[in-house]
């Protein structure tokens, strides 16, 4: 009865909890990668940051439907690059206009709802 209960009860969870991502919590991402800048014309050498931020629902939102299509992880990655630098670099569109993140060489990446 356990095993019935947690097969039909989980996978309900786990949509509310995508669902609220995607419409108001967003997603924490912490991850070791080379980040390297790009900004207005100029470059920095990547180097290895860990970086733990938050990003906002509509970021997650994309996240959440690629990783539901199946996308693959260099699909994925531009979308997590994308969030990690409005969030982290640009402090959610607030600072360093125009600056973007490579994020490459992940050595660790979680994401948690």
Not at 61 to 67: F, S
């Amino acid at each position: 009865m356990t095993h019935e209960t947690e097969e039909q009860w989980q996978p309900q969870v786990r949509a509310q909890t995508r669902q609220r991502a995607a419409t108001s919590s967003g997603l924490v991402i912490t991850c070791r990668a080379s980040f390297g800048f790009t900004a207005n014309g100029t470059s920095d050498d990547a180097r290895v940051q860990d970086i733990i931020t938050a990003v906002s629902p509509a970021h997650a939102a994309r996240i959440l439907d690629a990783k539901e299509r199946g996308a693959t992880d260099d699909e994925l990655q531009p979308l997590l690059a994308e969030a990690i630098t409005e969030s982290y670099f640009r402090e959610g569109g607030t600072a360093r206009a125009g600056l973007r993140a490579d994020f490459r060489d992940v050595e660790h990446l979680k994401i948690d709802f």
